[in-house]
């Protein structure tokens, strides 16, 4: 082989390895771009879960969007709720003064209707008269003698001759109110001096009675008895102050 066919073939291999360097090196170039430019985008592209987040951060760092919205409706709802606490006590606490003072006035108005003028010795006249019915009954008459009204308050107490106890009153005898007469008028009470039907013990002829106004022994009226006395027994009972003489006598 001669030399300048061996110079032919060493330049020929020499440009084809310069060839192929030469495109490897291009080749490196464009894959380095390509890598530099992807992940620029990656870098300047934010993904949409990336976008999501961001967003709902900004959102509670500045308190916008939905939860200013609920703070808002928030504090309206806790300023109607005050104010509405505040008209209702009010209100309340109005009423129930207004009802402490109404039952004040009538408290007080029911007691000076309470303020009686009892009827005694001093403003009225008493007497005992025995009846023909019902039988063995005896009827108490108080006329108010004064120049003011009288009250006839509860019941008579009355004392016959050696009774040993004062007798005790028919209950459903009570009236719905007080007994008051006027000047002149008269107030009855009744009195069962013994059994009808002979069923009572301990029987005797009294021939004075005292009768008190209340419990202190000392304002008392004596009217007269028959001169024959009258017959009591254990079942001697009285009746609460009447009105009415036929009350009187109903028990």
């Not at 961001?54 to 928030?74: C, H, I, Q, R």
């Not at 606490?93 to 007080?108: A, L, Q, V, Y």
């Amino acid at each position: 082989m001669s030399a300048r066919t061996t110079r032919t073939r060493l330049l020929a291999a020499t440009t084809i390895t310069l060839a192929a360097l030469s495109l490897t090196a291009c080749n490196n170039g464009d894959d380095l771009q390509d890598k530099g430019s992807s992940k620029g985008a990656a870098t300047s592209t934010p993904s949409a879960s990336e976008n999501s987040a961001g967003k709902a951060k900004e959102e509670a760092a500045t308190g916008g969007g939905k939860a200013d919205s609920a703070g808002s409706s928030n504090g309206s709802t806790g300023s109607k709720g005050s104010s509405g606490g505040t008209g209702s006590t009010g209100s309340k606490d109005s009423g129930s003064k207004g009802s402490g003072t109404t039952g004040s006035g009538t408290t007080g108005s029911g007691s000076d209707s309470a303020k009686l003028n009892p009827c005694d010795a001093s403003n009225s006249k008493t007497t005992a008269t025995t009846v023909s019915r019902p039988l063995n009954h005896l009827l108490l008459t108080v006329t108010n003698t004064g120049s003011k009204n009288c009250d006839l308050v509860g019941y008579p107490i009355v004392r016959f001759t050696d009774a040993q106890s004062v007798p005790p009153v028919f209950e459903e005898s009570k009236p719905q109110a007080v007994v008051t007469l006027a000047p002149g008028e008269s107030g009855y009470a009744g009195v069962r001096l013994s059994a009808a039907d002979d069923s009572g013990s301990n029987g005797y002829m009294a021939k004075t009675l005292k009768v008190l106004f209340n419990n202190d022994g000392i304002n008392s009226a004596t009217p007269p008895l028959p001169a024959k006395g009258v017959y009591i027994d254990d079942k001697l009972t009285v009746t609460y102050w009447q009105q009415r003489m036929d009350d009187a006598l109903t028990w």
